[in-house]
């Protein structure tokens, strides 16, 4: 036998091992939606979050898209025709940012036929909540609106990637999936149209701040909404 503690690293050690997308070293359409210019200018630098504590969240997010990933596979085209056509995961570019690279993307799934773009998101029932109630007008919570604004602008750019890239796309849906959920309810979307110039507007900041990061400059605005900011980080 082995020890309880020889298990827990065991299992630790399958949990973290490292997938393709933390290798990833150069920014996506992820990191520049990000509202933060400060936050966007330490990415750019290529200063590193470090390893977070709070690990398993986005590792339970990530298997949930394989999990949908294998699913859309195996899904019966005739009772869902807008499967029939998809692109999944499929890498895009989206620009080059002179003096730092291609910046490129994957989109989680594009139907292709229907000119949908979807983006998955893991979330818990708490932030669900809030998040409805920022979409619904109910509250204007500023962390809440933050990461609504970073995964609208995050959606918008992969769907100009893809229209760039020759799949047309004229919609974009946000499907959250509460980890913490039982049932129905605990996914659920927020559909919106397509807009150019919402991922027109978001490549230029990103270029402008590129500019200055390649100009020496350290000093950038922080967003009142920016957790990582307000923990100083
Ligand atoms: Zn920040």
């Known amino acids: ?14 949990l973290k091992q490292e997938s393709a997308r933390d ?22 630098r290529g200063v590193t979050d470090g390893v977070s504590k709070y690990w398993l969240g986005a590792k339970v997010g990530t298997a949930i898209h394989g999990l949908l990933e294998d ?13 029939k056509s998809v692109a999944v995961e ?10 730092y690279g291609v910046i490129k993307s994957k989109p989680d799934l594009a139907l292709i036929d229907s000119d949908h773009l979807i983006d998955w998101k893991t979330t818990s029932r708490a932030k669900s909540k809030k998040l409805q109630n920022v979409i619904h007008g109910l509250s204007n919570d500023t962390d809440t609106t933050y990461t609504l604004r970073k995964y609208y602008a995050q959606a918008q750019a992969y769907a100009w990637g893809l229209n760039n890239s020759g799949i047309n796309i004229d919609a974009c849906s946000l499907v959250f999936i509460n980890r913490d959920g039982t049932s129905d309810v605990d996914v659920w979307n927020y559909t919106f149209e397509y807009q150019d110039s919402v991922a027109v ?22 967003d009142p909404g920016c957790f ?3 923990m100083g980080a």
């Open 1 to 14: 036998m082995i020890t309880e503690n020889r298990v827990q690293q065991l299992v630790l050690g399958l």
């Open 23 to 44: 290798k990833q070293k150069l920014i996506g359409a992820s990191d520049f939606s990000d509202p933060c210019d400060l936050h966007l200018s330490y990415k750019l």
């Open 71 to 83: 699913a859309i596979e195996k899904a019966d085209v005739r009772e869902f025709p807008e499967l």
């Open 90 to 99: 499929q890498s895009i570019v989206l620009g080059e940012l002179a003096g």
């Open 201 to 222: 507007a978001l490549w230029e900041r990103l270029e402008r701040i590129w500019l200055d990061v390649k100009d020496g400059l350290t000093e950038f605005d922080s």
């Open 228 to 230: 990582k900011c307000r």
